[in-house]
């Protein structure tokens, strides 16, 4: 078979594959017959309107001296970890702006960081395809650096994303580049399982992010360049439980809603989406974009609900951060447009474990703390 026989027959696939996705997405638009905006307009709902001083840079974390790519809070507040393209963790009082440790990295590309749920432990992972654990209580070494307590190998990919399961200091989920995520006993450094790989209902390219359901720990849900996200039980590796389409391009970020019922999703689409996790619906789109003609729409880098989850905050690739009113799909205010924003790609965001505080991470090499002024009973 010649050279352009194989290309007329990749052009005829390539054709074949985007009218049955056109199908497929025209028939998900006959089965849903509203979204959460439409039924809650009918309803007489109205969306939250913010000022420029409901939501205020209060504080400027700067120590690293390469673009921040990861960070975390701990569970009682004040404390953040940030990893950075420096080659280091720097955990930080977010009360003080202190930094507390100074981890420098045996590898330097380092993409994802975690605190363990009682705050003495965090863990790391990056192109070297494993997970660092470095506990903070240790005795410092010669050259002033802590130790590492644990590495878990195993994948065979650079390691994407990594939280602790909650309430559980000694087991730790990773996705990865391999296209798996792996449950690990952190405390004998082996792996529990394996989700994805050889089976058949695995991801199909890179996973770059995973959340785990607070209210069901045994649930987590992936996101991967394949466009889709996908539930997993932890008791039944063998399997996704279910796989949910609506994304074109790689999800490169997910989080379960507060009631653990539904979860969002952020993709290099530029749009966010709400998934209803039992039924496989897609509740909400979340699209400023509507008027951009050309191909560089900014993409969504990271996602956070708020506590009562009716604000849902998105990082972008173009250094804006949109707060929605998950609840009515508008944009309540930008970060980005706001004093003291970042001057670079959001690259990574979290609220406080309390809802009183977002912090932002970015490729101009800082981290910033945004305190919540007016509308606190939404938060």
């Known amino acids: 078979m010649s050279v352009a026989e194989l290309k007329e027959r990749h052009i005829a696939a390539t054709e074949t594959v985007n ?94 960081c975690a605190f363990s749920p009682n705050g003495q432990s965090v863990a790391c992972g990056g192109l070297d395809s494993a997970c660092s654990i470095f506990n903070l209580n240790s005795q410092v070494e ?55 790989g050889e089976f058949p209902s695995g991801h199909t390219a890179d996973v770059l992010s995973v959340s785990i359901n607070t209210s069901n720990t045994n649930m987590f849900v992936s996101g991967s360049c394949d466009a889709t996200a996908r539930l997993w039980d932890t008791r039944i590796a063998s399997r996704a439980v279910r796989i949910y389409h609506g994304h074109e391009r790689d999800v490169n970020t997910v989080k379960f809603f507060p009631d653990g019922q539904r979860f969002g999703t952020g993709s290099d689409d530029g749009t966010c989406r709400l998934f209803d996790m039992r039924t496989g619906h897609q509740l909400q789109v979340y699209n400023n974009q509507q008027d951009n003609t050309d191909n560089t729409v900014p993409g969504v880098t990271s996602i956070a609900f708020s506590i009562s989850g009716r604000l849902l905050f998105a990082g972008y690739s173009n250094g804006d951060c949109y707060v929605w009113d998950t609840l009515m799909a508008e944009v309540v205010l930008n970060l980005g447009s706001l004093q003291n924003s970042h001057e670079g790609r959001i690259s990574c965001l979290g609220l406080s474990a309390d809802g009183s505080a977002l912090c932002t991470g970015s490729w101009d090499r800082n981290l910033k703390i945004w305190a919540f002024g007016g509308y606190r009973r939404v938060i």
């Open 142 to 196: 010669r050259d002033g650096n802590i130790p590492v307590a644990r590495i878990l190998t195993g994948h065979k990919g650079y390691v994407s994303a990594c939280q602790y399961v909650p309430d559980q200091d000694t087991r730790l989920i990773t996705s990865s580049g391999d296209q798996t995520c792996v449950l690990w006993d952190v405390t004998t450094g082996q792996r529990i399982s394996v989700f994805g």
């Open 19 to 112: 009218a049955l996705r056109e199908r497929l997405k025209q028939r998900r638009q006959l089965l849903l017959d509203t979204d959460v905006a439409e039924y809650a307009r009918s309803h007489g709902r109205t969306a939250i309107t913010f000022g420029s001083t409901d939501l205020v840079c209060c504080r400027t974390l700067q120590g690293h001296t390469g673009k921040v790519y990861s960070l975390d809070w701990t569970p009682e507040r004040n404390r953040i970890v940030s990893a950075s393209q420096d080659g280091r963790l720097i955990v930080w009082n977010s009360l003080t702006s202190q930094k507390t440790h100074t981890i420098k990295l045996h590898c330097a590309w380092v993409m994802t």
